[in-house]
């Protein structure tokens, strides 16, 4: 009896270990800035998260971040594998830490790209924000080093269909 109370109390551990397991992967990461390397939001309600660098058959897919002080873009990429999505954020930051538009307005751009539907770009795959779909990211943390914040945007492709991503945050150490 003993035997059969103890294996019990082992499956039920296992099982609420793995739900927790399960529960965790399908919520968002927390939102932080001590360079967790982590690219995460909703895609029409969908979780995606960036962590590290992958790769795939398609490419590479993982995060990166840039900032290019003579003109003051910053680049911010997040990809993944699972779903095979692709986010790209880019703006004039002001070196100052608060919320910016994300527009289209070259050289600042800002682009969803769904590879599940296509390994290239074409009318139905690749989106991006214009003068009626727009979003913002907040630049809550930057040490040079270190960048983290959140984002929202809306995106249109070339044949009308609407790409929602909320509840996006960042926290991204720039490679060397």
Same mark, same amino acid.
């Given at each position: 009896?003993?035997?059969?109370?103890?294996?019990?109390?082992?499956?039920?551990?296992?099982?609420?270990?793995?739900?927790?397991?399960? =529960? =965790?992967? =399908?919520?968002? @990461?927390?939102?932080?800035?001590?360079?967790?390397?982590?690219?995460?939001? =909703?895609?029409?309600?969908?979780?995606?998260?960036?962590?590290?660098?992958?790769?795939?058959? %398609?490419?590479?897919?993982?995060?990166?971040?840039?900032?290019?002080?003579?003109?003051?873009?910053?680049? %911010?990429?997040?990809?993944?594998?699972?779903?095979?999505?692709?986010?790209?954020?880019?703006?004039?930051?002001?070196?100052?830490?608060?919320?910016?538009?994300?527009?289209?307005?070259? @050289?600042?751009?800002?682009?969803?790209?769904?590879?599940?539907?296509?390994?290239? @770009?074409?009318?139905?795959?690749?989106?991006?924000?214009?003068?009626?779909?727009?979003?913002? %990211?907040?630049?809550?943390?930057?040490?040079?080093?270190?960048i983290a914040g959140t984002f929202a945007f809306d995106a249109?492709?070339?044949k009308g269909d609407v790409v929602h991503v909320t509840n996006?945050?960042?926290?991204?150490?720039?490679?060397?």
């Amino acid at each position: 009896m003993k035997n059969v109370t103890l294996l019990l109390s082992a499956l039920v551990l296992l099982f609420c270990t793995s739900f927790q397991d399960e =529960k =965790k992967s =399908k919520e968002l @990461p927390p939102v932080t800035h001590t360079g967790e390397n982590v690219f995460a939001c =909703k895609v029409n309600g969908e979780l995606m998260v960036a962590k590290e660098n992958t790769s795939d058959v %398609i490419g590479n897919f993982g995060i990166k971040f840039s900032h290019a002080r003579a003109n003051g873009l910053i680049y %911010i990429e997040g990809s993944c594998t699972s779903p095979q999505y692709d986010i790209e954020l880019s703006f004039g930051y002001q070196d100052t830490l608060g919320t910016y538009p994300l527009v289209m307005n070259y @050289p600042f751009y800002t682009f969803f790209w769904d590879y599940s539907k296509s390994a290239t @770009p074409n009318a139905t795959n690749q989106y991006q924000t214009d003068s009626a779909h727009t979003g913002y %990211i907040n630049i809550s943390y930057y040490d040079g080093t270190v960048i983290a914040g959140t984002f929202a945007f809306d995106a249109i492709n070339r044949k009308g269909d609407v790409v929602h991503v909320t509840n996006g945050r960042f926290d991204i150490t720039k490679q060397q």
